[in-house]
């Protein structure tokens, strides 16, 4: 039986909360729990200064900061970009996988402008 079906059957009206959704709404208040928390400037600059902070290169050297040119498949801790733009005047705490998702779409953005705008 789908859960459709059971649902219909049972002539319920929502679905009972998740043990994840309930976490939340007892750790976190209701400012904290957007569900597509929106992005600032500032946000994406701190996402940017963040990744440069924290990636790991796959191509020579070691982490500790690098330019942007030199990111090509970065290993980024998603969770310390989170963190860092919280701590350093973001507007919300991003977490990692809306970090990671936002800077994925920044890239795509970037290598659709012409090459004299990308790392101008």
């Known amino acids: 039986m789908s859960y459709k079906e059971i649902k219909e059957q049972?002539?319920?009206s929502e679905a009972e909360s998740t043990?994840?959704?309930r976490f939340r709404t007892l750790t976190k208040r209701k400012e904290q729990r957007v569900r597509k928390p929106g992005w600032q400037e500032k946000d994406?600059?701190?996402l940017c200064d963040a990744?440069?902070?924290f990636v790991t290169p796959t191509r020579g050297g070691g982490g500790g900061?690098?330019?942007g040119e030199d990111i090509k498949s970065p290993k980024v801790s998603?969770?310390?970009v989170g963190e860092y733009i919280s701590k350093n005047g973001g507007s919300y705490?991003?977490?990692n996988a809306t970090c990671k998702k936002k800077w994925a779409q920044i890239q795509r953005d970037v290598m659709t402008l012409p090459a004299?705008?990308?790392f101008g």
């Open 10 to 12: 049972g002539n319920f």
């Open 19 to 21: 043990l994840r959704g």
């Open 44 to 46: 994406v600059r701190l």
């Open 51 to 53: 990744v440069r902070k």
């Open 65 to 67: 900061g690098t330019s």
């Open 78 to 80: 998603w969770k310390q």
């Open 93 to 95: 705490h991003f977490g």
């Open 116 to 118: 004299e705008q990308r």
